[in-house]
T-cell receptor
Framework: DSGVTQTPKHLITATGQRVTLRCSPR?????VYWYQQSLDQGLQFLIQ???????AKGNILERFSAQQFPDLHSELNLSSLELGDSALYFC???????????FGEGSWLTVV | AQSVTQPDIHITVSEGASLELRCNYS??????LFWYVQSPGQGLQLLLK??????LVQGIKGFEAEFKRSQSSFNLRKPSVHWSDAAEYFC????????????FGKGTTLSVSS
């Protein structure tokens, strides 16, 4: 158990819908990262937050957005969902000034 | 551009045999390198990391990796594989605290035969 908690673990939704994935980082970790894992693209970095502020942005679609709240938990919002958005979405966290990141178990999203 | 290449998509090793998983990277500065393992239906678990210093690093579960700057490689090794090592292994490079997120390879699936 890495200490990173993600909910929900599984989610099935229809095309065009919007979902929110939630992440609680390890206690005390200020940085949160979101990754998408799919069969064709592998593990893709989406976005990083540090203490509530966006720190780095990767291959995140405009239909996707994220935020980190004052209590340091983070949410990834996925809207206008398409079949191709079906993937495993990972949240990860790291301590202040640490380059070691710890992953949660992921949220499986299936778009039908 | 930063990138990670894991040349082997799938490897099968007999239980008790040695293992080496290859990883080559492209990175503009001194790389921070990582190996993660993902068991079916599980998240990514950190096996080991290299930031600086001794180029041979030890990790959990009996794994080690060697950083070779001249070859831009960071290969993962284990002297004797156990059936429980069957999983997918990912090599990654980056410096998250500097704003350079981890870039992952495509992964190598390890199967262990009895």
């Amino acid at each position: 158990d890495s200490g990173v908690t993600q909910t929900p673990k599984h989610l099935i939704t229809a095309t065009g819908q919007r979902v929110t994935l939630r992440c609680s980082p390890r206690s005390g970790d200020l940085s949160v990262y979101w990754y998408q894992q799919s069969l064709d693209q592998g593990l893709q970095f989406l976005i990083q937050y540090y203490n509530g502020e966006e720190r780095a942005k990767g291959n995140i679609l405009e239909r996707f957005s994220a935020q980190q709240f004052p209590d340091l938990h983070s949410e990834l919002n996925l809207s206008s969902l398409e079949l191709g958005d079906s993937a495993l979405y990972f949240c990860a966290s790291s301590e202040h000034r640490s380059d070691t990141i710890y992953f949660g178990e992921g949220s499986w999203l299936t778009v039908v | 551009a930063q990138s990670v290449t894991q040349p082997d998509i799938h490897i099968t090793v007999s239980e008790g045999a040695s293992l080496e998983l290859r990883c080559n990277y492209s990175y503009g500065a001194t790389p921070y390198l990582f190996w993660y393992v993902q068991s079916p239906g599980q998240g990514l678990q950190l096996l080991l990391k290299y930031f600086s210093g001794d180029t041979l690093v030890q990790g959990i579960k009996g794994f080690e990796a060697e950083f070779k700057r001249s070859q831009s490689s960071f290969n993962l090794r284990k002297p004797s594989v156990h059936w429980s090592d069957a999983a997918e292994y990912f090599c990654a490079v980056g410096a998250p605290q500097a704003g350079t997120a981890l870039i992952f390879g495509k992964g190598t699936t390890l199967s262990v035969s009895s």
